[in-house]
């Protein structure tokens, strides 16, 4: 019972009321996402790298690389994430897709608000995961990791990449 309370004490407070309050607007609730969703990943890489440094199963020469993929990465991930995110989520942008996609809707205005708030944060989610975290950051990462590796190299020699 003591949690119960506790729980709908802190539903029920002004933080958390004004906070759904916010969640009305779309372009709120799809950065709201967005930031969870870096904060989580790069949370994760961290732990990732920690893990890796600390692994003494993964031989020495191969421990650097491994945790300086997973840095770039997480790095990456998030600017690429935030920065994709912003601009899906970019008002103008939402409303020019929203009236295009949801024609039907605009003498709804309850209808036409629900589909928009809805797409903003989908759109913004998938574009910033799938784009920028599973496509971009993966191709970005690995070229700073290799320039990273190879900035020593001798500057008349040409690296062939693997």
Same mark, same amino acid.
Request: hydrophobic content about 40%; overall charge positive.
């Given at each position: 019972? =003591?949690?119960?309370?506790?729980?709908?004490?802190?539903?029920? &407070?002004?933080?958390?009321? @004004?906070?759904? *309050?916010?969640?009305?607007?779309?372009?709120?609730? /799809? #950065?709201?996402?967005?930031?969870?969703?870096?904060?989580?990943?790069? $949370? /994760?890489?961290?732990?990732?790298?920690? !893990?890796?440094? !600390? !692994?003494? &199963?993964?031989? %020495?020469? =191969? *421990?650097?690389?491994?945790?300086?993929?997973?840095?770039? +990465?997480?790095?990456?991930? /998030?600017?690429?994430?935030?920065?994709?995110?912003?601009?899906?989520? !970019? %008002? *103008?942008?939402?409303?020019?897709?929203?009236?295009?996609? $949801?024609? &039907?809707?605009? @003498?709804?205005? #309850?209808?036409?608000?629900?589909?928009?708030? +809805?797409? +903003?944060?989908? +759109?913004?989610?998938?574009?910033?995961?799938?784009?920028?975290? #599973?496509?971009?950051?993966?191709?970005? /990462? &690995?070229?700073?990791?290799? *320039?990273? %590796?190879?900035?020593?190299?001798?500057?008349? %020699?040409?690296?062939?990449?693997?």
């Amino acid at each position: 019972m =003591k949690i119960t309370n506790a729980l709908s004490k802190a539903a029920n &407070s002004n933080f958390m009321v @004004n906070h759904i *309050k916010k969640c009305d607007d779309p372009k709120f609730l /799809a #950065r709201t996402l967005l930031l969870t969703s870096v904060a989580k990943d790069v $949370f /994760a890489y961290g732990l990732r790298v920690h !893990n890796t440094l !600390n !692994n003494d &199963s993964i031989p %020495e020469d =191969k *421990k650097k690389f491994s945790a300086d993929m997973d840095t770039a +990465s997480g790095i990456i991930t /998030a600017i690429v994430q935030i920065g994709t995110g912003f601009l899906v989520s !970019n %008002e *103008k942008l939402q409303n020019g897709i929203a009236n295009k996609l $949801f024609k &039907s809707l605009k @003498n709804d205005k #309850r209808a036409f608000s629900a589909a928009k708030t +809805s797409f +903003s944060a989908i +759109s913004t989610m998938v574009i910033a995961t799938l784009l920028a975290k #599973r496509i971009a950051t993966p191709l970005i /990462a &690995s070229k700073v990791v290799y *320039k990273s %590796e190879h900035k020593n190299d001798n500057k008349g %020699e040409t690296v062939k990449s693997q």
